[in-house]
């Protein structure tokens, strides 16, 4: 049996039922899925080189359909205020159909892994109807060595068939859409759907269930390695500068969105990036829009010009335009996707309030309480009817994809950070001198010089405050930075309006942190905010 190429259905993949396929392309390479996906007329070549597929009405994914079998192993395992239940019953009937429905089509197979690291790693075989969505898969996550393919082995399987229309009635979900995850038997069934991001975010959920369990932190961030081995996490929600600010020419890259923290340091779930590229330019991120150049990436509903020359900056499909790519193809990118325990860790937040400070030190009481809150903010007109800074709060900078409690993953990340001594800071790349409308975006040069202080170890020595609102450790003035903006409330003209913003986003806080008291410790609750208007 040849390792590529066109393999007896009733072979590879009658164990989940899908002898019925008229051909299945295993592990097509690149270039055959460039051939594929334009003769079946799914994908278009640009003027570069890369692939430009469309997704139709999906242009993200669809949480409000995504459902994981409630089963006498899931039961009491599943954070089921944040994850919505199908039975196993209605689970049959959907895979049934999805397999009657794959019968006499062409399908792609790729058998790849999540996770970086052998004794912790998810071997995947990914089911694709489209060519493309093969390919994507085949550059989000890590490829075996070809010598291994012939005895590989799937712990999970991911069936992507977005032809399929889910019956409500019949199988117990909400739409036609449906992202259902039998967590037990290591399957997951997405219909109804073209948008690639659901099968790599499917990876991410079942290693979030598997990995606590075995001591492992999973982590949705990114993260890098200075040249003396200084690792570092960047959490952060979408617009708070994650993928921007984990990018330095003078570190190397782990990875941009998926970790995992094991006892032998951190760890990279995937071998590729998916990367937004609404108003990319080469010159803001040159390596990213270097990716977008070449033949081998994916493009998802960016506009194409008549010469078919990508325009980033038309955001008439969506916001949400997205290019996938290999790790490989980022100059600085790490070819193991591993590094050693981190030294550092970073919470990203885009304060549109103005209140919190650029900067600032935590204990791991008060990581644990902004690792559970994983608060940012949107601004007006990035959503409608968004028209005043309104607060987000996505539990382990995550919600979305996490089936466990957050405490659990929470409990764990304290316990991590302890037993390594990692040093904690939130760093805020909102806004200063004003709420959004008022103030001023905080200067990108102040947060690298700020970020750049911070991984180097050189804020240990300094003159630190505590803030009076949150309670945690700001530093009064560092080298190169303007000793303004350390401080919001001095940056605010109105004393009165800053302290107002400040009492609101308090209590933001507090509300939402009380469906956590009770799962977390004294400590922790005690890293709780509570204004203390500053004086005069």
């Not at 954070?79 to 089509?105: Q, T």
């Not at 409500?168 to 449906?178: F, I, L, M």
Request: net charge negative; glycine share 10%.
């Amino acid at each position: 049996m040849e390792k590529f190429g066109v393999h007896n259905p009733a072979t590879e993949l009658a164990t989940v039922g899908l002898g019925g396929a008229a051909s299945v392309r295993y592990n097509f390479s690149a270039a055959a899925l460039y051939e594929e996906a334009i003769r079946r007329g799914e994908a278009e070549l640009t003027a570069q080189g890369a692939l430009r597929a469309l997704t139709g009405q999906h242009t993200g994914r669809s949480p409000r359909d995504k459902f994981v079998v409630r089963d006498a192993n899931t039961d009491g395992e599943i954070w089921w205020d944040n994850n919505k239940p199908i039975s196993p019953e209605h689970f049959a009937l959907l895979r049934e159909d999805m397999l009657a429905h794959a019968a006499g089509k062409e399908l792609f197979v790729q058998d790849l892994v999540g996770g970086a690291e052998q004794g912790h790693a998810l071997p995947t075989r990914v089911v694709t109807e489209f060519a493309w969505h093969s390919l994507f898969i085949r550059n989000l996550l890590i490829r075996p060595e070809a010598a291994a393919l012939p005895t590989f082995v799937p712990k999970l399987t991911i069936i992507d068939l977005p032809s399929f229309k889910a019956d409500p009635a019949r199988h117990g979900c909400r739409s036609e859409t449906v992202i259902a995850c039998d967590l037990s038997n290591g399957l997951v069934l997405i219909g109804g759907t073209s948008y690639a991001g659901e099968m790599k975010k499917s990876v991410f959920t079942v290693l979030n269930y598997l990995l606590p369990a075995k001591g492992v932190m999973p982590m949705h961030c990114s993260a890098n390695v200075g040249p003396d081995g200084d690792a570092a996490v960047f959490f952060g929600l979408s617009g708070t500068g994650k993928t921007t600010l984990s990018a330095d020419p003078a570190r190397t890259l782990i990875g941009d969105d998926e970790h995992g923290w094991s006892e032998n340091g951190i760890f990279n779930f995937e071998g590729g990036c998916y990367a937004k590229t609404i108003r990319l330019s080469a010159e803001a991120e040159p390596e990213i829009y270097a990716t977008t150049q070449r033949f081998g990436t994916v493009l998802e509903n960016v506009v194409l010009n008549e010469g078919r020359e990508p325009n980033f900056d038309d955001g008439s499909l969506t916001e949400n335009t997205r290019c996938a790519y290999p790790m490989h193809f980022i100059p600085n990118a790490s070819e193991t996707g591993r590094a050693g325990h981190p030294k550092t860790i970073i919470m990203l937040t885009a304060d549109a309030f103005g209140v919190m400070p650029p900067i600032a030190r935590l204990t791991p009481d008060q990581a644990m309480y902004h690792f559970l809150s994983g608060y940012t903010a949107k601004v007006a007109g990035t959503e409608k009817g968004v028209v005043e800074p309104e607060a987000t709060f996505s539990t382990c900078f995550g919600a979305p994809f996490m089936p466990r409690h957050p405490a659990e993953y929470g409990n764990l990340l304290k316990e991590l950070i302890s037993r390594h001594g990692v040093q904690c800071w939130l760093v805020n790349t909102g806004w200063t001198g004003g709420a959004y409308g008022t103030g001023k975006r905080m200067p990108i040069k102040a947060t690298r010089a700020l970020l750049a202080a911070a991984l180097a170890g050189e804020l240990g020595n300094v003159e630190f405050r505590a803030d009076p609102n949150f309670g945690f450790a700001v530093p009064v003035s560092v080298k190169g930075v303007d000793g303004s903006i350390l401080d919001p409330r001095s940056t605010w003209a109105d004393k009165a309006a800053y302290d107002a913003q400040a009492e609101k986003l308090v209590s933001m806080f507090i509300a939402n942190f009380a469906k956590f008291e009770s799962h977390v410790d004294g400590g922790v609750r005690d890293a709780a905010p509570g204004v203390k208007v500053a004086a005069e």
